[in-house]
T-cell receptor, first 112, second 115 residues
Framework: SQTIHQWPATLVQPVGSPLSLECTVE??????LYWYRQAAGRGLQLLFY??????ISSEVPQNLSASRPQDRQFILSSKKLLLSDSGFYLC???????????FGPGTRLTVL | AQSVAQPEDQVNVAEGNPLTVKCTYS??????LFWYVQYPNRGLQFLLK??????LVKGSYGFEAEFNKSQTSFHLKKPSALVSDSALYFC?????????????FGTGTRLTVIP
């Protein structure tokens, strides 16, 4: 069966510090991978998605970036965090077409 | 443009009563429709989906949803609500297209089941 991991689970960082969030998927190959941000327990904002190694599409211009160094690894990064980067970050995977997405447990980021 | 709408931010229902969480969509072409549930501080969990065939689909935890093409709706239902059903529910629509993200989420509906 497939599983998706995210770490860390929680993170408190000062403004201006760097960020690295990691997501890995097990039990499948060549998944589509996604990063979402959720503010205040409401809607999902799609940040990045990837259909293959090294292929990243950005949905919202901001100070975040994403990378996919391996087939089942997706990393969200920032060189300098802003207060507005606080939120709940979710990684997800799917097989595209009409398939459902599977979500990781999330990382709660607080920028102070 | 593809979109999905959840017209109610909050739905309250008494335990044991039937519940409905509404979803409407706007897409070009045939839609693939999904419902997800999110408990506090957790990722979203897949509940059910409509791809083709029978308009009434059944999913996890006793939930079901009815696809209505003429009304472009996909409402989530359960005959008898439980307190443990209290959570945030998301409707999503997927369309067949390549080269771009093809999955769109609604803004979510918070369901509270009152004991």
């Amino acid at each position: 069966s497939q599983t998706i991991h995210q770490w860390p689970a929680t993170l408190v960082q000062p403004v201006g510090s760097p960020l690295s969030l990691e997501c890995t998927v097990e039990g499948t190959s060549n998944p589509n991978l996604y990063w979402y941000r959720q503010a205040a327990g409401r809607g999902l904002q799609l940040l990045f998605y990837s259909v293959g190694i090294g292929q990243i599409s950005s949905e919202v211009p901001q100070n975040l970036s994403a990378s996919r160094p391996q087939d089942r690894q997706f990393i969200l990064s920032s060189k300098k965090l802003l207060l507005s980067d606080s939120g709940f970050y979710l990684c997800a995977w799917d097989r595209g077409d009409y398939n459902e997405q599977f979500f990781g447990p999330g990382t709660r980021l607080t920028v102070l | 443009a593809q979109s999905v709408a959840q017209p109610e931010d909050q739905v309250n229902v008494a335990e044991g009563n039937p519940l409905t969480v509404k979803c409407t969509y706007s897409v070009s072409g045939n839609p693939y429709l999904f419902w997800y549930v999110q408990y506090p501080n957790r990722g979203l969990q897949f509940l059910l989906k409509y791809i083709t065939g029978d308009n009434l689909v059944k999913g996890s935890y006793g939930f079901e949803a009815e696809f209505n093409k003429s009304q472009t709706s996909f409402h989530l239902k359960k005959p008898s609500a439980l307190v443990s059903d209290s959570a945030l529910y998301f409707c999503a629509v997927r369309v067949r297209q390549t080269g771009a993200n093809n999955l769109f989420f609604g803004t979510g509906t918070r369901l509270t089941v009152i004991p």
